[in-house]
């Protein structure tokens, strides 16, 4: 009897972190992140201007485990910038708005390596498909392009669990394998890049998210 | 039963014996500089430079053994050598000297991890209020050129990580591992006065937003503490 208590004194001891991830079969994915910045620019004055700037990037990820540290799923997400402005001329204001947009649709498997029981890495292959659609008005002359664009890419990233159900994640753009064609308004590009050469210092985006296990 | 009983003993009383550091109720000023400078020689004998410094200094204190919290006040000042071709005339113009100077003044929170009596990690949030003052030329992407003066204030929420490494009780090296500032809020007050006489001058009042839940890495920067309450 003492001796199991003292056994499982040791345990503990040893065991410093009671979080478990669940990374089952069944357990069901939620993420999501998002950021934005925009500026609000002004010259005063009988030549002056005024100038609104917006982006934002939400987007979401849903998912299921089919396989014990397998994840299949789908991420959705929007990219929106904004542009509105009016410039003073001797013959009146001049106003223009423009935005240019972009929605996704991301299916994507992924990979987990946990590392104890805090930790995780994992691989996320993906393929996005995205809309395009960019929108201008100069006074009152509207004009409008539309354009879509395709992408496959690879890369890994880290999760971190604060609780067994929620994680902060974050993609590391350091290791990423990128392919994409974009065609918009009689224009194509086709890109191709590996994550090596990329800025080491570039940011990593945070992700909260969510396991929920099945009962 | 013995051995077990001993190895837990050891476990228990001797792993958070060794952690039992002292350090509530400890006070250290530290300090974190960086230094740049860099030179170019052009090749029809010109040469072009840029330097600069970051300085800062922190007064802390250990709340408990795993949180400490403090003020810190931080200096940066940078300067170039360019040339700007200002005109159709074909003689670029030199400009040297400070360009930027900035002061700012922080409060952070610090929760620490102990891995053994010389080294651990801590990571927290702070608040930083900034200002700062800088000239440069611009050409607002057409031929004219303006001087434009900028003043500066920037409020923003961060998070910072680093490690440290005990030399003695009293000296600290310190190194940080990754920051982040997912907010802030900066305002711009900017005059443009133009170069030549074709062109006026004008003012322009700039509020600038973001959040960013994303995370710089690696940044580091190496600094000391002294701890003087001993």
Redesign the interface.
Known sequence: ML?NL??S??GC??LHFPVKAQLEKGTKYFGG?????????????T??SKIHTININPSLQFGTFIKDNRLIGIGIGTSNSITKGSVENPSGTDKFTRSDNSYYLAPYIRHYMPLGAKWAMFLTSSAQVAWLNNKTKIGTVNDSENGFSVGLNIKPGIAYWITSRFSLE?DINLLSLNAGYKDLADRQDFSFSSGVTSN??S????RASWYFKKQ | MKKIFILTCISIFGVSGILKAQFTGKQYIGGEAAVNFNNSDLNNDRSVNNYGYNFDISLGKFQSETRATGWNLSTSLSGAKNFYQLDDTGIPIERKGINRVGVGVGRFWQFYKHFNNNVGIFAGPGVNLGFSASKELDNQGGTFFYDVKRNQINLSLGLAAGVYYKFSDKWWATASLAFANPISVEYVFAKYKALSNIDAGFKRNELKYQFNPGINLPSVGLGVRYFYNR
């Open positions: 001796k003292l056994l004194a040791l001891t040893l992140t998002i950021s934005f910045d925009g500026t609000r620019q002004k010259s005063p004055g030549l002056g974050s080491f210092n940011y990593l985006s945070v």
